[in-house]
């Protein structure tokens, strides 16, 4: 799979616009639905390997962090801490090579997601209308970014929204919860007592190497060919995403703290790129945010790239410099 990976990593980040791969993503869904789509299916792109070929990992093996697995302290960790509970980190390193993580905590089901591709690590209620859902990494992209599916109904889900898009679920919303990437230092300072998600059993990945060298410096999302987002901003710049607003990383790191729309936002140094160099560890310092309201709750959002939140949202508001 590594090799598979580095190959297609090769062809992904060409300097251009990737056009369509004359393969229908809906081939091989005979439990879908297709007639209930509330999107463009020829918006869908094949992204290189078949439902499950990134395999989503259930009940991951959770360990102290005290018994770490050997991260390095910059590497990339998405936590999630729900109050009552130890604090729980899913390192990037992990994420990077299953994308979904389908867990529970006191009875409560949640789903941990990372797209490499728009950089969205999102976190969500698994309970859609009474069920609990699996979910599962389908191959197929939308803009760049991955489609879910849940293994229960085979319904479609677009993950850097959080909504069916196709299936029984097509135009329900998932509740996103807060979760929020950080430094696996600042993680372990934090919540001393906390869990780690340890490394997976039996995949064979290379985990802690970076199957996308250089993504997010290179000129053109794979598989993308909307536009460009305005104000001259990067397409594989970083930016915060809270609701329909965005702010981006660069004036983030420049300004520390930003207080704007009802949301109090930090940045502070030292989480290294989960997309950069060959070894996840070694990526360059890009930082980590908080979103917080004015009570100090933490917020949901997303670091995605700004090519991602101008796909999804069109209509949104770029919160520029002032």
Not at 37 to 63: C, F, N, Q, Y
Not at 126 to 144: M, P, Y
Not at 162 to 184: D, F, K, M, N, Y
């Amino acid at each position: 799979m590594a090799r598979i990976w580095a190959a297609l990593a090769a062809i992904w980040l060409c300097a251009g616009p990737v056009q369509a791969q004359g393969i229908d993503p809906t081939a091989g869904w005979p439990n879908t639905d297709f007639s209930t789509a509330i999107i463009d299916l020829s918006e869908v792109r094949s992204g290189g390997v078949p439902r499950d070929g990134i395999p989503a990992i259930d009940a991951p093996r959770m360990i102290p962090v005290a018994r770490d697995g050997g991260l390095d302290p910059r590497e990339p960790i998405l936590t999630v801490a729900f109050q009552g509970t130890a604090a729980r980190a899913y390192p990037l390193r992990y994420l990077t090579w299953h994308e979904i993580v389908n867990d529970e905590v006191g009875g409560f089901p949640f789903a941990v997601t990372y797209c490499p591709l728009c950089n969205s690590a999102m976190v969500f209620d698994r309970t859609v209308g009474g069920e609990v859902l699996s979910f599962g990494v389908s191959g197929n992209l939308r803009h760049s970014d991955m489609i879910m599916y849940d293994r229960e109904t085979e319904s479609w889900w677009q993950q850097a929204v959080g909504e069916g898009i196709v299936g029984v679920h097509a135009g329900t919303e998932l509740r996103q919860l807060p979760g929020w990437l950080e430094s696996w230092a600042s993680f372990r300072s934090a919540h001393p007592n906390g869990v780690v998600m340890a490394e997976p059993r039996g995949y064979g990945r290379a985990y802690g190497r970076n199957p996308y060298v250089g993504y997010d410096t290179s000129g053109w999302p794979f598989l993308y060919s909307g536009e460009e987002p305005p104000h001259g901003i990067d397409p594989l710049a970083r930016v915060v995403r809270v609701g329909d607003r965005a702010w981006t990383l660069e004036r983030l790191s420049q300004e520390g703290v930003v207080e704007e729309a009802g949301v109090t936002i930090t940045w502070a140094s030292g989480t290294a790129s989960a997309l950069d160099a060959a070894q996840v560890a070694a990526g360059r310092d890009v930082g980590q945010i908080r979103v917080r309201n004015a009570s100090g709750q933490d917020v949901p959002h997303d670091v995605m790239f700004a090519f991602a939140f101008h796909a999804f949202w069109p209509d949104g508001t770029w919160m520029l410099a002032r």
